[in-house]
């Protein structure tokens, strides 16, 4: 069955998300905490769907959830989450990262 596992960057990312948005509207967040899981679960069973985002890594692919970007590797068994950031933000500067 195919899975999708966050990385701690990710974990830290969707946590601060949600919090923000939880303070101005917590049906808002439950909804982006299920729309982020469905599209996770969505990606692990297709994971080419994202757009390939080599500016980022050879295997880094992304797809948008509202304004925010969800940033996946495809792995054998479905999806790596690297990280997620807002749409609106300077991108590489924000990636700052490896791909785990």
């Known amino acids: 069955m195919p899975r999708y596992r966050f990385s701690a960057d990710a974990n ?24 982020i899981e469905q599209t996770c679960e969505l990606l692990a069973t297709h994971p080419l769907l994202g757009r390939a985002r080599p500016e ?14 969800i940033f996946y590797v495809p792995a054998a068994e ?8 807002y749409g609106g933000r300077d991108l590489p500067a924000a990636w700052g990262g490896q791909v785990s």
């Open 12 to 35: 830290a990312d969707l946590e601060e998300i949600a919090f923000y948005i939880l303070e101005l509207n917590p049906v808002a967040a439950n909804r982006f905490l299920e729309a």
């Open 56 to 69: 980022l890594g050879e295997a880094v692919r992304s797809i948008p959830v509202g304004n925010y970007l």
């Open 78 to 85: 479905g999806i790596n989450v690297a990280r997620i950031i």
